[in-house]
């Protein structure tokens, strides 16, 4: 069971914290004691995951520039300085080959997944710095790492933000500030929901997949780690 005081005293804020892993992972790090600042697009559900997890609501668009910076300038006032913990957890998802892929559609993938978490790593990296503390966790994927069929879009974006996090890693080097990224295989999430993995053989079944869970449990044990160890990487499978 998770310590209730182990992130006592400290913030974190979790982007795409409605649902699937931003949801567990919000979860998991309010049960741990952490102050957790709930941002994600939709209001309502924002506002629930809030009220769940006794943080506090940002309803925000990760496409508006203005919208995101506004927000985040207020979040380091209400703070008095970055939260400390950051999880960039937002996503989009789909599949399609490269060749029946819209432009739209790409961009619309790319957009939140890597130019999201560079946006909300950009607004509170300097403060962080400054500091000298702080954990950023992005959440990758085995497609950032692994040729897929279908997953041109979402691999583009997910191989993009690996490669964000390992300059990160070490432009952090001796800053003070952690920097982790989380690959799990597939996870049973809603992103799955238009596609019901479970009627098409050639994608996993929601019954072999992890749970959001599984991966919260894995970045609370990557930002309660003494400040000295780094965990740049932690990948994420179903035994």
């Avoid at 897929?148 to 952090?172: D, F, I, P, T």
């Amino acid at each position: 069971m998770t310590s209730v005081s182990v992130l006592k005293g400290r913030t974190a804020l979790v982007t795409g914290a409605s649902k699937g892993i931003g949801r567990a992972i919000t979860a998991e790090l309010a049960s741990a004691g952490a102050a957790v600042h709930v941002l994600a697009r939709d209001p309502s559900p924002v506002e629930a995951v809030a009220r769940a997890s006794g943080g506090r609501p940002w309803s925000v668009d990760l496409a508006d520039d203005a919208e995101v910076w506004e927000a985040l300038d207020l979040l380091q006032e209400a703070l008095r300085g970055p939260p400390d913990v950051v999880v960039a957890c937002a996503g989009a998802f789909a599949l399609a080959p490269v060749a029946e892929t819209g432009v739209a559609e790409f961009d619309r993938i790319v957009g939140v997944n890597l130019r999201g978490t560079f946006l909300v790593y950009r607004a509170l990296l300097p403060a962080l710095l400054e500091r000298g503390t702080g954990d950023l966790v992005t959440m990758g994927s085995v497609a950032g790492r692994s040729a897929l069929h279908g997953n041109g879009a979402y691999a583009a974006s997910k191989y993009g933000q690996r490669g964000l996090h390992e300059v990160l890693v070490e432009e952090l080097r001796g800053t003070g500030v952690r920097a982790t990224l989380v690959e799990p295989a597939a996870t049973d999430t809603p992103l799955w929901d238009p596609l019901d993995p479970d009627a098409h053989p050639e994608l996993p079944g929601r019954h072999a997949m992890l749970q959001p869970e599984d991966v919260a449990q894995a970045v609370l044990f990557a930002v309660t780690r003494p400040a000295h160890v780094r965990i740049p990487l932690l990948q994420i499978q179903r035994g």
